[in-house]
């Protein structure tokens, strides 16, 4: 579960030294005779040594007439808030508390307690709340930051550019996907998530070294060997949003080029974004 990270986009935007070259990430083209679809793989949280961006990104991103994100956030703020908000409260007269064992609420304190947060803040929330906020808190303090994400920084280089940003699906889709994703077992996704964050350190390094790296079928293997081993998880966070987004794009009849920034593990692997559009008919060019 712990690879949800490159998998959930801006409502959260969860997810050193020197760079020694431009982060090439994840990125590939499909056209289909005068439909170009160029898709670049995300993490959502990133440091500073991810950037420069390789210039051939950036020149495919400048000559592209529109910016789809999986959701877009500038001016959406307050609505993407309120759907969090009221999405995330457990039903009337339950608490964390209550729908959990007494040892996996006393992880979750102490995993919370850890990151200077008090569990109090999660008493009338549903279980996934607890693990994105903990897995964002727990980022921050290795270093890494949303304000960063690459996510944000194309679509903070749209609106420099007056280039047109749209979301992929609505907050209210994102959060459909992950509650399924997340299931009903209240106890497994507060475990795992406490077991996720010990591990986040080292399952990191290696994930934005092969993505700044281009190395698609490095990052591929990481990924998705995680994930194969929540196939439920997978379908939702992964299988189904890329064909519901590969059907999307088809549908656009934009004249010029557009840009399409999702997470990387979106664009790797036999369910990928990519290999539907190709079973489309579009060819795919790998930079």
């Known amino acids: 579960m712990k690879l949800r990270l490159i998998l959930l986009p801006a409502i959260f935007q969860i997810l050193t030294g020197l760079a020694l070259a431009d982060s090439q990430g994840v990125f590939l083209k499909a056209q289909k005779e005068n439909h170009t679809v160029y898709l670049f793989g995300s993490i959502h949280v990133a440091s500073e040594d991810m950037y420069p961006i390789d210039d051939q990104v950036i020149t495919a991103f400048k000559e592209s007439e529109a910016l789809y994100l999986e959701l877009a956030i500038t001016g959406n703020e307050q609505h993407i808030a309120n759907v969090v908000n009221q999405a995330s409260l457990l039903e009337k007269g339950q608490t964390l508390e209550k729908i959990v064992s007494k040892e996996t609420y006393q992880k979750a304190k102490k995993a919370a307690e850890a990151l200077n947060t008090p569990i109090e803040l999660f008493q009338y929330r549903q279980p996934w709340y607890f693990s994105v906020v ?69 399952m990191l390094g290696p994930m934005i070294k092969h993505w700044k790296a281009g190395e698609d079928n490095k990052l591929g293997a990481l990924v998705l060997d995680e994930l194969n081993k929540y196939p439920d998880m997978k379908t939702w966070l992964l299988d189904k949003r890329n064909l519901n987004w590969s059907n999307f794009l088809m549908g656009l009849k934009n004249k010029k080029p557009i840009f399409v920034v999702v997470g990387a593990a979106h664009l790797l692997g036999p369910n990928s974004l990519p290999n539907y559009l190709e079973s489309e008919g579009y060819t795919l060019t790998k930079y």
């Open 134 to 202: 903990l897995s964002e808190l727990k980022m921050m303090a290795l270093g890494y930051s949303a304000h960063l994400g690459i996510d944000l920084h194309f679509q903070n280089l749209a609106n420099r550019l007056n280039k047109p940003t749209f979301g992929l699906e609505t907050p209210e889709q994102q959060i459909d996907f992950l509650t399924k994703a997340m299931g009903k077992d209240s106890d497994f996704v507060l475990t795992q998530t406490i077991a996720d964050l010990e591990n986040l350190d080292s």
